[in-house]
């Protein structure tokens, strides 16, 4: 069952899914409360969107993101965030690489121009290839289509990563690789204006 998160009371099991899935990636490194703080902003944006996938009451996967990725860095947003990033690095300085590094790859991105982002999307491992991932996809993009979007980005996935393979079984266009230090960051972007014939090939693919 998929359902739209509205109440940032309602974070804390997200919080614990999106660290654990993505221990040792710099999101997680800087900590709960950073997390916490950043999906707090997605919710009470007027820009974000978040969605998760439950069976009974336990939440399998989610996913969020914003129209307007410009909109949704808003200055005490910023501040908020600047907080608990300047918190971690005190805790463990060489996270500064780290934030020096997604940095860069921020301005690569921006060059592409694509103002809606996927921000974070994460299904519980013991649950994957049960198509969940497939519709936590899908009613985003319904949503970023709703909203006037003609085409969404998700900046951060890693080459190795097994998410590279199902975005692009997905319909994803891969439209960058990011290379910093022998690292690479995969940015695929999903076109919602193709032609007709194109998206039932994706909703075939989907189901």
């Known amino acids: 069952m998929i359902d739209i998160v509205k109440d940032v009371k309602d974070i804390a099991p997200l919080v614990d899914m999106h660290y654990n899935a993505f221990k040792g990636r ?23 969107v978040f969605y998760t996938y439950r069976e009974g009451n336990k939440i399998l996967g989610f996913v969020c993101g914003t129209t307007d990725i410009d909109k949704f860095w808003n200055k005490n947003y910023m501040v908020k965030l600047g907080k608990f990033a300047l918190s971690a690095i005190m805790k463990n300085p ?9 940095m860069w790859v921020d301005h690569q991105i921006n ?16 649950y994957r290839g049960r198509g969940i991932g497939q519709k936590l996809v899908q009613a985003f993009s319904n949503f970023m289509e709703e909203q006037g979007v003609q085409n969404y980005l998700i900046p951060y996935t890693d080459a190795r990563d097994y998410a590279s393979k199902f975005y692009q079984k997905m319909g994803f266009r891969l439209n960058r690789v990011v290379n910093f230090f022998g690292h690479k960051d995969n940015c695929f972007i999903f076109d ?6 194109e998206k039932k090939k994706i909703v075939e693919a989907m189901q």
């Open 26 to 48: 710099l999101t997680s490194e800087l900590g709960k409360k950073y997390i916490a703080c950043f999906f707090s902003n997605v919710i009470t944006s007027e820009h974000g």
């Open 94 to 102: 060489l996270l500064v690489f780290g934030i020096l590094r997604h």
């Open 111 to 126: 060059k592409l121009k694509v103002n809606a982002h996927m921000l974070s999307f994460v299904v519980l491992e013991g």
């Open 192 to 197: 919602l204006s193709s032609s007709k014939k």
